[in-house]
Nanobody, 124 residues
Framework: VQLQASGGGLVQAGGSLRLSCLAS????????MGWFRQAPGKEREFVAA????????EYVDSVKGRFTISRDNAKNTMYLQMNSLKPEDTAVYYC??????????????????WGKGTLVTVSS
């Protein structure tokens, strides 16, 4: 399983970006999916997760109402729509996949597959 995240870039505060995560070598619908991020000097943190069919989602409080996670299993792709971006959203964003459900409270070391990350920079 390979995950390729894309869509990062430089954006002004208040702007929007959409990240994509393309899965190859597998069928996306087999996997629970999520986004994580790591800001400079900080630990990697959970951002959002989505169930296999996309019927259930979870977000960290800091992005609720601004970010939307979605997936298109037919395209083997997961998305993160990020609106009203803030400088504190600046981070490398990683997509992740696992056959079993994971949540914000889950141990990240137990998640099977990770993409290489895409950098999001929000200027003030």
């Amino acid at each position: 399983v390979q995950l390729q995240a894309s869509g990062g870039g430089l954006v002004q505060a208040g702007g929007s970006l959409r990240l994509s995560c393309l899965a190859s070598g597998t069928t996306l619908s087999w996997y629970f999916m999520g986004w994580f991020r790591q800001a400079p000097g900080k630990e990697r943190e959970f951002v959002a997760a989505i169930s296999w069919a996309g019927t259930s989602t979870e977000y960290v409080d800091s992005v609720k109402g601004r970010f939307t996670i979605s997936r298109d299993n037919a395209k083997n792709t997961m998305y993160l729509q990020m609106n009203s971006l803030k400088p504190e959203d600046t981070a490398v964003y990683y997509c992740a996949a696992d056959r079993t459900k994971f949540r914000q409270s889950s141990e990240q070391g137990g998640i099977d597959y990770w993409g290489k990350g895409t950098l999001v920079t929000v200027s003030s």
